[in-house]
């Protein structure tokens, strides 16, 4: 499993259980090593930079899920309601991502330009899912009956979002494989992904009620 994925699966475990029921970076690695010319220690040193700027506005979306409010299950319009602010706190997140991902100067190595443009289209469609889904809780937020389908209506865009690959593509490209290792903020989004972890609880039902 990928250490991108995982992040994401282990934010998300919580919140598809309870639908079920219901800083600052440290200092840098330097690049460099035997034999090599300034201009590719240079180089190296701007694929590093690119590729730490890459994971801090992915990692964006993490902060956001990790800021998620809790599903309250205990009444089908409370469920409702706070699936919508769950939903809103994962547009958000993504919106943070894109925003950073946009604002990232052209790759100096190949392959970044094609690995950016690929996570800012999967980002867009998963935003827009989430959107829909919160439009669809909005709509019935008031009703007296709510039934099992509507109330699973976030599960989807969740799903989708414990599915991204935050550093997808990365390891195609060897320089910017290298890069990724440097960087010490893709250390942050990669140093808990362990072998044993690659589960996460998935949704079974909705939460009942009528």
């Known amino acids: 499993m990928r250490a991108g994925k995982y992040l994401l699966l282990v934010v998300l475990t919580g919140v598809c259980t309870v639908l079920a029921a219901c800083g600052q970076p440290p200092a840098a690695v330097s690049p460099g090593g035997p034999g090599l010319s300034r ?22 979306l ?37 925003q950073g991902l946009d604002a990232l100067p052209p790759s100096p190595v190949p392959g970044g330009d094609g690995v950016r443009a690929d ?34 209506a976030a599960r989807g865009p969740l799903d989708e979002v414990s599915r991204l690959d935050l550093l997808a ?17 893709c250390g942050q989004l990669t140093a808990h992904a362990t072998p044993e972890s690659t589960t996460a609880a998935s949704p079974q039902s909705g939460t009942g009620g009528n």
Do not use: H
């Not at 299950?73 to 994962?90: D, I, K, M, N, Y």
């Open 169 to 185: 593509g990365f390891d195609t490209y060897p320089e910017l494989a290298a890069a990724r290792l440097r960087a010490p903020v």
């Open 39 to 60: 201009g590719d220690v240079d180089r190296q040193e701007a694929a590093t930079r690119w590729a730490n700027d890459y994971c801090i506005a992915v990692g964006s």
């Open 62 to 98: 993490v902060d956001g899920l990790a800021a998620m409010p809790t599903v309250d299950p205990s009444t089908p319009q409370r469920a409702v309601r706070t699936s919508s602010e769950l939903l809103g706190s994962v547009i958000n997140g993504l919106d943070q991502a894109v």
């Open 119 to 152: 996570a800012l289209r999967s980002f867009t469609t998963v935003r827009a899912n989430a959107v829909a889904a919160k439009t669809q809780l909005d709509s019935v937020s008031n009703n007296s009956r709510i039934d099992q389908q509507t109330l699973g």
